[in-house]
């Protein structure tokens, strides 16, 4: 497909078990992002990648969460020793360059449920 | 962080009357995005103004910006039911940076 792919769509996981969710951006996307949305609320910036430059980590909420993008395309978000506080919806997007410059293309996310 | 606030947070109006959503940002801009959520999922682009561009049309939407306040409005004409959705800005401080979005305006058009 031509779109951003997350996977999976949906996942359960127990209090304390390390998660990995996934974002195939679109090809040729230099800039990937990394958002959370709790139930009703606003996207909270986690990270952003941008070509061959550091990512931002700003976002990150705590040293339980890392991020990577393996070749300049794929990303894995992993949360370790997770807890019932990063259950939300966590959303990817890519955009052709720089932020801002180009509109985001945005994946359909992965709800993620901490029990 | 987040960088700009949607304003009203719920807006309910009749199909066929206009929506008008605000955004307020702290600092200056390179460009403002305004995008669309259909039930809490995956966002969809609308419109993106150039900080030194003050408005912009797309069909029945309408975008200003006025960078002295730091505000910048979405103006939906002739609202439809299918339009019922929640309504997000985004900014970016320059081509280097994070795109920051707003909290959202949710946004019921009633048949």
């Known amino acids: 497909g031509a779109g951003v792919s997350q996977s999976p769509s949906n996942k359960v996981t127990e209090k304390g078990k390390d998660v990995e969710l996934r974002c195939d951006p679109i090809?040729?996307?230099?800039?990937l992002y990394w958002y959370r949305q709790s139930l009703g609320q606003g996207l909270e910036f986690l990270i952003y990648?941008?070509?061959?430059?550091?990512?931002?980590k700003s976002g990150l909420p705590s040293d339980r969460f890392s991020a990577e993008r393996t070749g300049g395309s794929v990303s894995t978000l992993t949360i370790q020793r997770t807890q019932q506080e990063d259950s939300a919806v966590y959303l990817c997007?890519?955009?052709?360059?720089?932020?801002?410059?180009?509109?985001?293309?945005f994946g359909q996310g992965t709800r993620l449920t901490v029990v | 962080s987040q960088q700009g606030e949607e304003d009203p947070q719920a807006l309910s109006i009749q199909e066929g009357e206009n929506a008008t959503m605000n955004c307020s940002y702290k600092?200056?801009?390179?460009?403002l995005q305004w995008y669309r959520q259909n039930s809490g999922r995956g966002l969809v682009h609308l419109i993106l103004?150039?900080?030194?561009?003050r408005e912009k049309h797309s069909g029945r939407l309408r975008v200003t910006l006025d960078t002295s306040k730091k505000s910048s409005s979405l103006l939906i004409t002739a609202s439809r039911a299918a339009d019922t959705a929640s309504y997000f800005c985004?900014?970016?401080?320059?081509?280097?940076?994070?795109?920051?979005f707003g909290k959202g305006t949710r946004l019921s058009v009633i048949a």
């Open positions: 997007a890519s955009s052709l360059k720089g932020s801002g410059g180009t509109e985001a293309f």
């Open positions: 090809s040729g996307h230099t800039a």
């Open positions: 990648f941008q070509g061959n430059s550091a990512p931002d």
């Open positions: 600092t200056s801009i390179n460009n």
């Open positions: 103004i150039r900080s030194n561009e």
């Open positions: 985004a900014t970016d401080k320059t081509g280097n940076t994070p795109l920051v």
